[in-house]
């Protein structure tokens, strides 16, 4: 029933049966209202609560040195995004993981009524095949570094939260898991977490794993696997970016990589749009078009000077889509891109 439901609503470009719009017709449509009712951007990695909170902004009103604030998403039509509880840094010496989860919990618990619905957080299924391009955002909770988590059966609860995608570790290594700053892997305790997170049913995310991590999680979980923010480490070198065996890895699981827009990741020195799509046409030649998506991590910890030159806020997201179209991506692909691959993930665990 359930599916049956999703396949109705699915975007009309999506699919094998909508077949691609002729290339003349998208000259320009990406830029277009109408390109963005077509495109439902999904953003898999945004530290909302974290960024907001440390920085004193509002993310409901925006503000003139945030990227992606609400105002921000909905000029460009998304209807989706991950929304990050970060712990794995202390704002406050006298703060515990948990609490800081809880505070960013309940930043996000007040933003449907702080917005006027115009955030729906926790989305669930039919929140994000209703959602209404330009008129509302869902949020996914993405718990990024297990920081707060003191034992296994903790999961359960961040899960009632809305927290529906996880990362054992952000760069550094903790009691999980090695993250890409150490060689590493899964500790066995990580590996009863993973255990957990497969049985509740949530996706795991192998973004700030260190290569050791991410082949001992592969071997383990049966669940769901995304890259919610990362590079090609081919196109650029970068321990946060991945290999080519692990983008393929992702996608043969029917999993998802998502292009971050941190422009260390993306290039020595200032990223352009060039770069951006050379890690794009990389990640789409090994996971293909059903594998590749987009998490910008826009606001986590760096500004919008350190975006690829072009792209200054989310509003800006459909440029991506109008660079793919350049480079002869059928606009059913770039639709899968900017937004369904990830939207078929999630549907599938809220
Ligand atoms: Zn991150």
Excluded at 87 to 100: F, G, I, Y
Aim: net charge negative; glycine share 10%.
């Amino acid at each position: 029933m359930r599916r049956a439901w999703q396949d109705s609503c699915q975007n009309p470009l999506e699919g094998a049966s909508a077949g691609p719009i002729k290339t003349q017709r998208s000259r320009g449509l990406w830029a277009s209202n109408e390109g963005h009712a077509l495109l439902a951007i999904t953003d898999a990695h945004l530290d909302i609560a974290w960024s907001s909170l440390r920085n004193g902004r509002d993310f409901v009103a925006g503000h003139p040195d945030a990227a992606a604030g609400l105002p921000d998403l909905l000029a460009a039509g998304a209807t989706l995004v991950c929304a990050t509880l970060f712990c794995a840094k202390a704002d406050r010496e006298d703060e515990t993981p948990q609490e800081l989860a809880e505070r960013q919990l309940a930043y996000y618990d007040a933003l449907p009524g702080r917005s006027g619905g115009r955030v729906i957080w926790p989305a669930d299924v039919m929140d994000v095949g209703t959602c209404v391009p330009g008129k509302n955002v869902c949020l996914v909770g993405l718990m990024e570094g297990c920081e707060p988590v003191s034992e296994v059966a903790d999961m359960e609860e961040y899960y009632r939260r809305g927290i529906r995608v996880v990362a054992l570790t952000w760069n550094k290594k903790n009691r999980w898991a090695g993250g890409c700053s150490h060689a590493s892997g899964v500790t066995a305790e990580g590996a009863a977490l993973l255990k957990e997170i497969d049985r509740l049913g949530m996706v795991h995310d192998i973004s700030h794993l260190s290569r050791a991590s991410v082949d001992d999680l592969l071997a383990t979980v049966r669940g769901p696997v995304i890259a919610s923010h990362v590079g090609s480490d081919i196109v650029f070198p970068h321990v946060r970016n991945l290999t080519d065996a692990h983008l393929r890895a992702v996608a043969q699981r029917g999993g998802v990589c998502c292009l971050v827009l941190y422009q260390k990741f993306l290039a020595a020195g200032r990223a352009t749009m060039d770069d951006t799509k050379r890690h794009l046409m990389h990640m789409l030649e090994l996971c293909g078009a059903d594998g590749v998506g987009i998490g910008s991590d826009m606001d986590g910890g760096f500004g919008r000077d350190q975006l690829p030159a072009g792209i200054r806020s989310s509003a800006d997201l459909p440029l991506i889509a109008e660079a793919l179209s350049s480079e002869g991506v059928s606009d059913s692909d770039i639709a899968k891109i900017m937004g369904g691959n990830m939207r078929r993930v999630l549907t599938a665990v809220l």
